[in-house]
């Protein structure tokens, strides 16, 4: 089954819904990781639901979502650019995980996790910074957290229902737009709640076996739809030798310098798709005495 987001409107009313179906950029996001089960459903969670809002934003820049834990996942990370090219990734506390561990366990044992989503600017004007706002861990599971940031954040009503396993992430979004908005006339008034009731017929296993489309027409099929345009989720990492420059210039010169006197070389291994880069002393020279971050050969790394 090949990746899709599919968009839809119901006629006649302030009603919009998206299906994501992402097993190929899935697979590809961990395959160099080895998350114990709960923590890879709970980021393929996050992956999907980064997925649907960020196809609803007008924005040319990243989405970032993140997670700061206080139980034995530290840190969870997606970031999904305009065009749908997703990452992600998870820090761990040396701690075991049980298998059965709820959403509470992993990130809110003590009350004190955070969910974060930042609007990245790729081409910022004079002026302008990343958004972001912050929110408590309020709710069970990835999706009554997110349904929680868009009340108190966005204003939006919206009802997300999310799955993962190691194969695929999936997700259904409803939102109840504004009555007047889009210029659409109102002549369904009731079609938020049929669209949520049946929206919460949906099995996981549907959501992960089913295309977007099979699953529209299964849940939707005696409702009249607006099909907008279909979009294909991919993996990407946007690391390169030049941004692991920047960081390293970020840390100072005497930190990195000590780690060249130590080890002789600084090695860098991306958290997100595990690529590794080195950087030697006649590199860590070049990086503070020009601020230049590239190399000639980029293929080394």
């Known amino acids: ?28 996001m961990t395959a160099h990781q080895s998350y114990p089960p709960p923590v890879k459903r709970l ?24 997670v700061y834990g206080d139980g034995p996942v530290k840190l969870l990370v997606v970031e999904c650019q ?17 298998e059965g561990a709820s959403m509470g ?20 004007l004079p002026g302008q910074s990343p ?43 409803l939102q109840r737009l504004p009555d007047h908005g889009g210029g659409r006339p109102v002549t369904d ?23 977007p489309e099979t699953l529209a027409r299964r849940l939707y099929g005696q409702e009249k739809l607006d099909h907008q345009a279909t979009l294909v989720p991919r993996f990407a990492c946007t690391c390169s030798r030049e941004r692991i420059g920047r960081m390293l210039v970020s840390l100072g010169q005497e930190e990195v310098d000590s780690i060249i006197h130590d080890l002789g070389t600084v090695h860098v291994t991306c958290d997100f798709c595990s690529r590794e880069y080195s950087f030697d002393a006649v590199d860590v020279a070049q990086l503070f005495a020009s601020g230049d971050t590239a190399r000639p050969d980029d293929r080394r790394h």
């Open 1 to 28: 089954m090949s990746d899709r987001l599919i968009k839809f409107l119901f006629r006649g009313a302030p009603v919009r819904g998206e299906l994501v179906h992402v097993s190929d950029a899935w697979r590809e």
């Open 105 to 124: 366990a992993l990130i809110n044992r003590g009350g004190r996790g955070r969910f974060a989503i930042t609007l990245d600017p790729r081409d910022p």
């Open 43 to 66: 980021l393929g969670e996050m992956v999907a639901a980064a997925a649907l809002l960020a196809s609803n934003i007008k924005f040319n820049g990243a989405l970032i979502m993140q």
């Open 82 to 98: 305009p065009d749908l090219a997703l990452r992600a990734t998870a820090k761990l506390r040396d701690e075991p995980i049980d």
């Open 189 to 211: 008034e009731d079609a938020w709640d049929r669209a949520i009731t049946l929206g919460a017929m949906v099995q996981p296993e549907e959501l992960l076996r089913l295309t």
């Open 131 to 173: 958004y972001q706002g912050v929110v408590s861990l309020d709710g069970e599971s990835m999706a009554d957290v997110l349904e929680s940031y868009m009340r108190r954040s966005e204003q939006l009503e919206t009802r997300l229902i999310l799955a993962a396993d190691d194969d695929a992430t999936a997700g259904l979004l």
